[in-house]
C-alpha cells in the first residue's frame, strides 16, 4: 500500500476529507500537549499526550495496519487478559530474583529505529505498506523531541495509545531471546514495560543472566540502556515484590499490608464525608485496583463499615 491508498482509507474511516487529513498529519510529531506525574518512588514523569484527533489515527494504523506485528509470550504489558497480578504469579513459587529496568523506555525508541523494524516486518509479510507509506505511519505515531529533520528526533512517547504496542514488538527478539535463555537455565523471564525479572526454584547463575541480558540488548536492541540503578538480586530470604505486589508466604500475591492500610483509613474518612470529590475517586480507583488482585476485598471493606453505608458514601447509590 502506498501513502495515497493509506491517506484514502484513513480519510474513509475518519470521515475527514484526504487533503485536509495530510495536511494536519504532516504536523503530527508537533500535536502533543505535556504535563507531568508524580512517580511512586518520586520525582516526575512527563507525559506528552497526543491530540484527540492525533489518537484516532494512532489507534486506526495499529489496528488497520499494524496488528500484525510480534509479541513475545513473555509479554505481560499492555496485553488484552493479562496485567501486573499474572506477571507477578509467573514467579510465585521462585526463590531466587534478578530484577533489571530500561532507562527512558519509550523515548528510546526512536523514528530511525521503528522505521527499520517496520521495513524488515514488511520483508517478513507482515506489513504492507512501502517505505513512503511506513515513513509517513512513522510521523504519525512519533513526538518530535528535538530540531533534527526527517525520522531523526522522533520518538515514542507516554501517552500515545500506539507506543505501548509497538514498544512490545520492537524488542520482540529480544524477550525471545531472553525466554529461552531462561528456561535453559532452569529460570523463568518476563517483562512487564521496562520491568524484567528472571527467576527460579534453585540457586541459579543470576550473574551470568544478567550478562545474556545486556549482550542480547546489544544486539537485539541497542537503543536500549539498563538503568544500573535499578539492578537488584534479591532471594525469599527477604520480602519479594514483583513490580509493586507482594509475593506472601504461601505464594500468592498481595498489594501488600502499607497499600491496605493506607485505603483503609481513606475508607473512614469518606464514612465521615471527610473526602473530596476528587479524593472520593482515587479511593474506588484504588479499590478496583486491589479487587483486581485480590478478589473479596472490597466486600469485606463493605461489611466492615455497613453494605449500606459503604453503597451510600462510596459508591454513591
Request: charged residues 30%.
Amino acid at each position: 500500500m502506498n501513502k495515497s491508498d493509506l491517506l484514502e482509507k484513513l480519510s474513509l474511516a475518519l470521515r475527514v476529507p484526504a487533503a485536509e487529513l495530510e495536511k494536519m498529519l504532516n504536523n503530527a510529531p508537533y500535536r502533543y500537549r505535556h504535563y507531568q506525574i508524580k512517580k511512586r518512588t518520586g520525582g516526575w514523569r512527563d507525559i506528552y499526550q497526543p491530540t484527540a484527533s492525533l489518537k484516532e489515527v494512532q489507534r486506526w494504523l495499529i489496528r488497520e495496519c499494524f496488528a500484525s506485528l510480534p509479541v513475545s509470550d513473555a509479554v505481560f504489558s499492555y496485553r488484552a487478559g493479562l496485567g501486573i497480578k499474572d506477571h507477578a504469579l509467573a514467579h510465585s513459587k521462585s526463590n531466587y530474583f534478578l530484577r533489571l529496568d530500561f532507562t527512558d523506555f519509550f523515548p528510546s525508541i526512536g523514528g530511525v529505529e521503528l522505521f527499520l523494524y517496520l521495513k524488515n516486518m514488511r520483508s517478513l509479510g507482515k506489513i504492507a505498506l512501502d517505505d513512503e507509506a511506513l515513513n509517513f505511519s512513522v510521523n504519525c505515531l512519533c513526538r518530535k523531541k528535538d530540531d533534527a529533520h526527517g525520522l531523526k528526533g522522533l520518538s515514542l512517547t507516554i501517552g500515545a495509545p500506539s507506543s505501548p504496542y509497538l514498544s512490545n514488538s520492537i524488542i520482540y527478539e529480544f524477550d525471545e531471546f531472553m525466554l529461552r535463555a531462561a528456561s535453559n537455565s532452569g529460570g523463568i523471564y518476563t517483562r512487564y514495560a521496562d520491568d524484567i525479572y528472571i527467576s527460579s526454584k534453585e540457586i541459579w547463575p543470576s550473574k551470568k543472566m544478567e550478562e545474556q541480558a545486556r549482550s542480547a540488548l546489544s544486539r537485539y536492541a541497542p537503543f536500549l540502556k539498563i538503568n544500573e540503578y535499578k539492578v537488584r538480586r534479591f532471594s525469599r530470604k527477604r520480602r519479594v515484590n514483583i513490580c509493586g505486589l507482594n509475593i506472601t508466604s504461601i505464594r500468592n500475591v498481595s498489594v501488600g499490608r502499607d497499600v491496605k492500610k493506607l485505603i483503609r483509613a481513606k475508607i473512614d474518612y469518606a464514612m465521615n464525608d471527610r473526602l473530596d470529590k476528587k479524593e472520593l475517586e482515587s479511593l474506588r480507583g484504588w479499590l478496583s485496583y486491589v479487587e483486581s488482585i485480590e478478589p473479596g476485598y472490597i466486600s469485606k471493606n463493605s461489611e466492615r463499615v455497613g453494605v449500606d453505608l459503604f453503597d451510600q458514601k462510596i459508591n454513591k447509590k
